[in-house]
């Protein structure tokens, strides 16, 4: 399998099997993560608060978010009035945010994982 996709589908960085999150985007519990992967062992909180980092991930996500819905918006409406804008962007985030949440963690541990040696 390859990366991009076992990162989409949010399976353990290292052997790609394990999952990562215990329940689905759409479940109550989308941001309960597995402390460690069931396959491979793998502690995926690399270190202690390593998942700080994933502030500046979901930061440009949103960042790509807004741009491409901004200008979805000013395409598809033919440059509309100001609260349009402001109403797209907020519904597009919203309806992202746990997206965003889980991806910025797995995209961050998809960069630092493959260096790292921890197990349990
Ligand atoms: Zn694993």
Known sequence: MSKLKSLIQCKCPRCQEGDVYTAGVFS?????MNTN???CGLRYELEVGFFWGAMYVGYSLNIAISV???VATYVL????DT???ITSLIAG??????????YS??????LFAPKAVIEE
């Open 93 to 102: 985030i919203v309806l992202m945010m746990r997206f965003n949440f889980r």
């Open 83 to 85: 609260w349009v804008y």
């Open 37 to 39: 992967c069931p396959k």
């Open 28 to 32: 109550k519990d989308y941001k309960s």
């Open 68 to 70: 491409t819905i901004g």
């Open 77 to 80: 409406g033919n440059n509309p």
């Open 105 to 110: 963690r797995l995209i961050l541990l998809y």
